[in-house]
């Protein structure tokens, strides 16, 4: 692991509920600058809840959070030009197609270049079908330009939620060589999934999370050296 002593990513006895659920129980989080996190833990476990505070979508009860060095309560807005986010199913325009959405996405922050449209399309193997209808697309094709808009800024910090649904088994490769790639160049990718084998082929450090509260964070492999059990239990 070659990240910096940075952090690009904390968050301090963070709490959320919704009603009489809650959903985090003080959640202690620090990501380095310049990996590739996997936020790991089963379904209801909290991690769509974390991405949701973490992006501003919702406010927490209590705790603080920090992104790249600076406090967020989701009210500074500035601070996520910075930051690119795919959070649950991606939210994208089926009239329109592939070029048009990241055209669309792209006005809305800072300018975006068409070079850098073509040059995503080409990286998330959309480039031959970027002039096609969004309507058109299976849930894989979809998911990979939501990982595109995602990046259209070229963020510091990458926040990805369940990224490999609907993927085939070429795409989650390239994914996960994209992933690795991002956190060469010095950037940090934050990913979330319930699948142990997914996240530990791109993960250089995981946080498993267990009814809204972090039970152990370190590199997996010192985790499973440790004779840890490591264990995701899929609820229904």
């Known amino acids: ?37 996997g936020f790991l833990g089963p ?9 949701r505070l973490l992006t501003g979508l919702i406010r927490a009860d209590s705790g603080s959070i920090s992104l790249l060095g600076q406090k967020f309560d989701g009210s500074q807005s500035h601070l996520l030009y910075d930051v690119g ?10 009239h329109l197609s592939a070029r048009d959405n990241l055209i ?11 070079a850098r449209i073509e040059e995503l399309l080409e990286l998330v193997g959309l480039r031959d079908r970027g002039g096609d ?11 990979r330009l939501g990982i595109a808009v995602a990046m259209l800024n070229d963020p510091k ?12 088994p070429s795409g989650i490769v390239a994914l996960r060589d994209t992933m690795k ?29 267990a009814a ?9 492999d010192e985790l499973l050296a440790r004779q840890a059990l490591v264990r995701v239990k899929v609820l229904p």
Do not use: C
Request: a positive charge.
């Open 212 to 220: 809204g509260r972090l039970v152990v964070q370190g590199p997996l």
């Open 104 to 114: 669309v996405f792209g006005a809305a922050g800072r300018s975006v270049s068409r």
């Open 85 to 94: 986010a795919l959070i649950e199913a991606p939210s994208l325009y089926p």
């Open 133 to 143: 209808r969004v309507s058109r697309y299976s849930m894989g094709m979809k998911q």
């Open 43 to 51: 379904n209801g476990a909290g991690k769509t809840t974390t991405m």
């Open 157 to 168: 910090l990458l926040l990805l939620d369940e990224p490999a649904n609907g993927l085939d």
């Open 1 to 37: 692991m070659t990240a910096s002593t940075t952090l690009a990513l904390t968050t301090k006895d963070l709490k959320k509920s919704y009603g009489r659920q809650t959903a985090l129980t003080g959640l202690d989080l620090e990501v380095p600058t310049g990996v590739v996190y």
């Open 181 to 209: 790639a991002l956190a060469a160049s010095g950037k940090t990718v934050f990913i979330s999934s319930h699948i142990l084998p997914e996240v530990q082929q791109m993960a250089d450090i995981v946080g498993i999370i």
